[in-house]
């Protein structure tokens, strides 16, 4: 039981490495990737204090060398899904109730642990499984999963500390309960961070999960749950299943103790979630939290004011940075048509010199696409760019999959603003540029707002504030995150809460104090300190 009044270390992002050639962190991340790639990991389902190992195995392959095979991973059936959910109630009886400052030392210590010993590892993990280069993996597995490692400890302890006021001879107090039940964690490929922190910030708040990470992201996954185990996570807290997604979400979502849904991936997948929560409301013991981030279609316009090497830097970085499989990625752009000849040589000159191939080589700027599937989807959009006739390829158009999934950083310019690369979630390095006289400012930026279903990021660039300000109210519900003289990309834990509304999720801002809310149930309690003994009030005489 707690003794004290507890102010945990104050929380700061984890500062990036450079990884510069010569530096220590760029020799130790070389030798780990080498080293790992080099091996064979067995991954098993954690359920409870067990490795299971069904035998229904699946090979783990490097997207950009995809006949070569760094491990393979068990497959669950419905028992052990079933097993799971039974594991993690039991477990929540005495995890609910440890003192919080004990469950914030198990996430901090895991904090510390990937930014030393664990770091290089995290990073080769998802330089290899997910075929990020070595900054985008730095960025993500290590400083952004830290990052929502340290501050969702802050953010519990302002939510605790926050309490409602007394009258005189009445102790009001707030206790935010974990919810009655287990939390579904399901997790995308191109986020290590995410994967992490989506089980990670219920468990914080005293709940028990059942984490399903997406298929091509299990190998990294798997160090995330060697942190956790190593930070001293209890058993049963956090329970790890892989397999068939159909089955295991219909055994989750048929439990009567599904307590909620933190998800992240695509708004299809969504959908079907939330209505098979519909479907099955009333056998639920309590009103399931539903939280998710799902797909974008996000966007960048430049005002005729813009400078045109800054809009072509952030066409570049925040287009084709992790070959586009960002849902946070620019996938249209409104160009002016005054500036569009100097940001289109800018931008060209760019993609022209962007290197491509395996993250093991520090001199690429991009890598591959996380699979076939997705391989044969963009490459059919470029085949359908390259026969319309309102579209022009104006840079990269080529794809290979002899060795890797490689599909070179495309731009398609379109005259037709309603074409479908400028509607359709690609998840790819494809950019799709409409050109706007610049008189149709205002019609623009109308015609932003109401293109995509989606409202997840978006950008304005300009130098002319009347401009900006005018975009930024234009487009208020057109973007959760909207940047002003940036990419829409690189969202900061702490500095940029991130989620979008419409068609792109909840917006319950993972990396606030926002999200954790939606991970707890909060009592009143009210203390008389002197309790009434005459049912009789004043005016009665």
């Not at 067990?50 to 490097?62: F, Y």
């Not at 807290?237 to 695509?266: C, K, P, Q, W």
């Not at 005054?338 to 010199?353: F, N, Q």
Request: charged fraction near 20%; proline fraction near 5%.
């Amino acid at each position: 039981m707690s003794k004290g009044i507890y102010n945990i270390p104050k929380a700061i992002n984890e500062p990036v490495k450079s990884y510069a050639s010569g530096s220590p962190e760029r020799e130790e991340v070389l030798a780990t990737f080498k080293k790992m790639y080099n091996e064979s990991v067995d991954v098993p389902l954690y359920i409870g204090g067990k490795e299971i190992r069904t035998g229904n195995i699946k090979p783990i392959k490097p997207p950009f060398d995809h006949k070569h095979t760094v491990g393979q991973y068990h497959q669950a059936s419905k028992e052990h899904v079933e097993k799971a959910i039974a594991t993690a109630l039991v477990a929540k009886k005495k995890w609910s109730a440890l003192s919080w400052e004990h469950r914030a030392s198990i996430f901090l210590k895991a904090a510390e642990l990937i930014a030393g010993p664990y770091r290089a590892k995290i990073n080769a993990a998802t330089m290899i499984a997910q075929a990020k280069t070595v900054h985008q993996a730095e960025i993500d597995a290590a400083c952004e999963f830290i990052d929502f490692l340290r501050f969702n400890a802050q953010f519990m302890t302002q939510i605790y500390s926050e309490q409602p006021v007394s009258s005189e001879g009445v102790w009001n107090r707030l206790e935010h309960r974990p919810l009655e039940g287990f939390i579904y964690a399901i997790t995308p490929f191109n986020f290590t961070a995410i994967a992490g922190n989506l089980p990670a910030a219920p468990a914080l708040m005293g709940n028990v999960v059942i984490w399903k990470p997406s298929a091509a992201q299990i190998y990294s996954a798997n160090v995330i749950v060697e942190v956790f185990k190593k930070a001293g996570l209890p058993d049963g807290v956090i329970n790890v299943i892989y397999g068939n997604s159909e089955m295991i979400s219909e055994t989750v979502l048929a439990s009567r103790d599904l307590a909620g849904v933190h998800f992240t991936g695509s708004t299809r997948v969504f959908n079907d979630i939330w209505a098979k929560i519909g479907q099955n409301i009333s056998n639920y013991k309590t009103y399931p939290r539903i939280v998710g981030e799902t797909g974008g279609k996000d966007f960048l316009i430049a005002h005729s004011s813009a400078i045109p090497a800054q809009v072509s830097t952030a066409l570049a970085r925040g287009a084709f940075e992790y070959q586009g499989q960002k849902c946070s990625a620019a996938s249209r752009a409104y160009i002016p048509e005054s500036i569009w000849p100097e940001v289109k040589r800018l931008l060209v000159a760019d993609l022209a010199s962007m290197k491509m191939g395996s993250p093991q080589d520090t001199a690429n700027f991009v890598s591959s696409v996380i699979s076939e599937s997705s391989f044969d989807k963009l490459a059919g959009f470029i085949d359908e760019a390259k026969k319309d006739t309102d579209t022009e390829i104006i840079a990269g158009g080529k794809y290979d999959k002899t060795v890797g999934y490689f599909i070179e950083p495309t731009v398609i310019v379109t005259t037709n603003p309603q074409y479908c690369t400028m509607k359709i979630e690609l998840f790819g390095p494809i950019l799709t540029i409409y050109i706007y006289e610049d008189a149709k400012w205002e019609e623009t930026l109308a015609l932003v707002d109401s293109t995509s279903e989606y409202a997840l990021t978006g950008a304005v660039i300009s130098q002319d504030r009347y401009a900006i300000e005018y975009a930024t109210k234009a487009l208020e519900n057109a973007a959760g995150n909207f940047y002003i003289n940036d990419k829409p990309t690189g969202a900061v834990v702490g500095q940029q809460p991130f989620g979008g509304a419409r068609a792109s999720g909840t917006n319950d801002k993972a990396g606030s104090v926002l999200n954790l809310l939606r991970w707890v149930s909060p009592r009143t309690i009210k203390e008389t300190f002197v309790t009434p003994e005459n049912y009789r009030y004043p005016f009665l005489g």
